[in-house]
């Protein structure tokens, strides 16, 4: 019932937030909830890159995006970036707190497929190597915030944290 009432409310509002700037993917998936609820009561798999276009039809300049903890089983890491970099190409934000997921792949993808991305948050993403690191540093000159906090035991070596901060300055 929550769902339902989210969605009624934004139903309303649905002319306030057409240029909505920033989407939480909880909500944006509320929001586009009733398009896909069937087909997710029958079962069928609702592919997030029908997902995020028709987030991108109904909010025209998204520029943010946080997936925090959200993950994709029956989708590539790969897969999932390409999605973003097609239906959300005017993104200056993005946030994969925790996406356990998310690989070096991705973060290249990512970087390379959105041009005006100035923040990006990989923290805790724990199958990130030194290779994302790499990427950061060689093709994220515009980029001024990135986050790849990680507080596990072999998340990026001494060498790479060295390399990344002399090339970031």
Same mark, same amino acid.
């Given at each position: 019932?929550?769902?339902?009432?989210?969605?009624?409310?934004?139903?309303?509002?649905?002319?306030?937030?057409?240029?909505?700037?920033?989407?939480?993917?909880?909500?944006?998936?509320?929001?586009?909830?009733?398009?896909?609820?069937?087909?997710?009561?029958?079962?069928?798999?609702?592919?997030?890159?029908?997902?995020?276009?028709?987030?991108?039809?109904?909010?025209?300049?998204?520029?943010?995006?946080?997936?925090?903890?959200?993950?994709?089983?029956?989708?590539?890491?790969?897969?999932?970036?390409?999605?973003?970099?097609?239906? *959300? !190409?005017? /993104?200056?934000?993005?946030? @994969?707190?925790? =996406?356990?997921?998310? #690989? %070096? +792949?991705?973060?290249? $993808? &990512?970087?390379?497929? *959105? !041009?005006? /991305?100035?923040?990006?948050? @990989?923290?805790? =993403?724990?199958?990130? #190597? %030194? +290779?994302?690191?790499? $990427? &950061?540093?060689?093709?994220?000159?515009? /980029?001024?915030?990135?986050?790849?906090?990680?507080?596990?035991?072999?998340?990026?070596?001494?060498?790479?944290?060295?390399?990344?901060?002399?090339?970031?300055?």
């Amino acid at each position: 019932t929550l769902l339902c009432v989210v969605v009624a409310v934004c139903r309303k509002w649905k002319a306030a937030v057409a240029d909505m700037c920033r989407v939480d993917i909880d909500l944006a998936f509320a929001v586009v909830g009733t398009k896909f609820a069937a087909a997710v009561a029958r079962g069928e798999v609702v592919r997030v890159g029908e997902v995020l276009a028709v987030i991108a039809q109904r909010f025209h300049s998204v520029a943010s995006l946080d997936m925090t903890f959200y993950f994709w089983p029956e989708y590539s890491a790969q897969h999932l970036a390409e999605a973003v970099v097609t239906a *959300l !190409p005017h /993104l200056t934000s993005a946030r @994969f707190h925790r =996406c356990d997921d998310v #690989t %070096d +792949a991705f973060v290249d $993808t &990512l970087i390379r497929g *959105l !041009p005006r /991305l100035v923040s990006v948050d @990989f923290s805790e =993403c724990l199958r990130l #190597t %030194d +290779a994302a690191l790499a $990427t &950061l540093a060689e093709n994220g000159a515009r /980029l001024k915030t990135i986050d790849v906090t990680c507080t596990g035991d072999d998340c990026f070596t001494g060498a790479a944290v060295v390399s990344f901060a002399e090339r970031r300055g």
